[in-house]
């Protein structure tokens, strides 16, 4: 990944390139994680592939067609009810996951133990979806689901993720057994946990001091493309001893990667000090 960021950093009209890579990449390793261990140990770990899971079992349907039957309509849902954010990048990764289902479906399981599976199949998915967001997208599914019931209700966004992948794993335990819905649990934490190294290290939120000299331009990116506050603080070079304001803004680790390029694009040579923020309270975190 980091041949594919200096590749960018060097040339870059190959960012959209190299953001479709990501995405294609990720959802490759999600789909063979999902044929070689979650599926064939009954792990339904939330989410569009966790229902083809228990479909699977109830009424022997193909998990990528269910997938794609799911997918499809939560993109075009997501698109009417939250407008065209998510963009083709996410369109792409929303049809090719199923389709690398499909592709690798005769592949033999690598394990049979379940928690085996869960374990290997949460880092699996939780390292393509990584690499996923790292390509400035999504795999659609139940994701889109949380984003318009957050809209609607005024839930937070995570905890509708928690009440579908919930619904899924509490169904998966009624169909399969307790212990199967426990290993799912299990899965979905590692998945959580894969994904947070991959993004930003295991701090969900990053907090970023930015000095440039393209001040006006950072802030404005800040504001209106990755929709964040950010607070510009009074500070003095050491050394010259002139003024020179710090942009100071925090992001969750799906906005980290945006971060990044967007101060990287406008000013190659701004210094940039990025911190863990272990807890966040406030507009667009958790509430205080």
Known sequence: MNVLSNLTHKYPKWSITVDY????????????TFNVFLLPNQVASGGVSGISTIFKAVFGWEP??????????????????LGKQFGVKTLVG???????VFLTKHLDPWTHDALLAALFGGIGVGLGLGIVFRGNASTGGTDLAAQIINKYTGFTLGRCVVIID?????????????????YALIALYVTSKTIDLVQVGFGRSKMAMIITNNQDEVREGILNKIDRGVTKLSAYGGF????????MCVVDQTEFTKLKHLVQSIDPSAFVIVMDAAEVLGEGFKRA
Not at 21 to 32: D, Q, R
Not at 94 to 100: G, H
Not at 240 to 247: A, F, M, Q, S, W
């Open 21 to 32: 890579i990501y995405v294609l990449v990720g959802a490759a390793i999600i789909a063979l």
């Open 64 to 81: 990528a067609f269910v997938q794609w039957a799911f997918n499809i309509p939560l993109f075009i849902a997501g698109v009417i009810f």
């Open 94 to 100: 929303t049809i090719f996951l199923p389709f690398v």
């Open 166 to 182: 919930g619904l899924i794993v509490l169904t998966a335990a009624v169909v399969f057994d307790i212990e199967k819905g426990l």
């Open 240 to 247: 010259t001893d002139h003024e020179r304001p710090v942009l």
